[in-house]
């Protein structure tokens, strides 16, 4: 099923009043029928994008989209369009959108505050995910801190996705040699987002 994706909804069918059909010239068979076109996410409609609609005869299966219908019969579908409402469900997605994204929204801050309290306060045993370069990531293991340093361990692997971290963050794979990082060049590797979160065994 696709992500997004756009999909039509009928909302009326009303027969066309006095009105003959070009394609057969039979009388009184033509139906005017109103779709709602709406924005789906996973087949979930999110808000909606429009009206469209046909004129069809009953008699001869002839199909006219709204550019193609003769005047008479367009004068008809428009009032008839124009009156019909689409039903209250169809903001339903919009609403569960809404919801997740203000969801995610105090999730994010509430990780984002977590962090900063890590960061201020470290204890052993964190780990920090951080990016090494533009294509390279890794993962460093407190084993101290001090008033201005942190101590770490390094992790002798390091992955092309950040999404992979969880995959080297074992204990055999950090080196045994203590490394010593300034705390404010912790703090500005986390202000320009190099460190990308801080994990506490807690968690």
Known sequence: MRLFGTKSTHLTSVKAQDRYCLGCDNYDNIVLNVFQKQIHLFGIP??????????F???CKKELEEEAMPELIKHQYLLVKNEV??????????????GLILAFSLAHKKSN??????????????????QINETDYSTMKLIKASADSIYVYLNRYNVDNPARL?????????????IAFERQKINDMFNEGKILEIKRLSD
């Open 57 to 59: 005869c009953q008699n």
């Open 85 to 98: 409402k689409g039903p209250s469900w169809q903001i339903s997605g919009s609403l569960l959108l809404l």
């Open 166 to 178: 969880n995959w080297i963050n074992k204990a055999e794979n950090y080196k045994k040699n203590t």
């Open 46 to 55: 999110i808000f909606p994008m429009g009206k469209i609609g046909n004129a």
């Open 113 to 130: 505050q977590k962090e900063l309290e890590y960061l201020a306060s470290p204890n052993k045993g964190d780990v920090y995910e951080y």
